[in-house]
Nanobody
C-alpha cells in the first residue's frame, strides 16, 4: 500500500511560484506511476501532470510550459514546480499513484493524497 501526503500549497499573486511536494511511503513505491491532479469548486477534477516509472511525463495543455513535474526516488517524493501562476490555477491539488499508468491517466488511481490548497489572486 502507498501512502501519499501533499504539502507546499499556499496563497500567491498572479505570476508567482509555488512548489508542491508529495511524500510517498510504502514498500512498492518504485513500481508506481505518479501524478498531480486538481479540482476547483464547481469543476471536474483534471489531470495536471503525470510521470511514469521510466521518467516519461505528460502535462495538461493549460499548464504546459509553466509547470514541471519531477520526482526524487531516493527521498520518495514527487514535486510540482508551478511558475507564472494564474487565478485559474486556484484549486485543491492532489497527488496520486497507481501501478497502472493507464489508470493514473484516467484518474482511476488506487492511491490519493489528502490534497493541498493553492490560491492565486489577481
Amino acid at each position: 500500500q502507498v501512502q501519499l501526503v501533499e504539502s507546499g500549497g499556499g496563497s500567491v499573486q498572479t505570476g508567482g511560484s509555488l512548489r508542491l511536494s508529495c511524500a510517498a511511503s510504502g514498500y512498492t513505491y518504485s513500481y508506481y506511476s505518479m501524478g498531480w491532479f486538481r479540482q476547483a469548486p464547481g469543476k471536474e477534477r483534471e489531470m495536471v501532470a503525470t510521470i511514469d516509472t521510466d521518467g516519461s511525463t505528460s502535462y495538461a495543455d493549460s499548464v504546459k510550459g509553466r509547470f514541471t513535474i519531477s520526482k526524487d526516488d531516493a527521498k520518495k517524493t514527487l514535486y510540482l514546480q508551478m511558475n507564472s501562476l494564474k487565478p485559474d490555477d486556484t484549486a485543491m491539488y492532489y497527488c496520486a499513484a497507481d501501478f497502472r499508468p493507464v489508470n493514473l491517466a484516467n484518474m482511476k488511481a488506487d492511491y490519493w493524497g489528502q490534497g493541498t490548497q493553492v490560491n492565486v489572486s489577481s
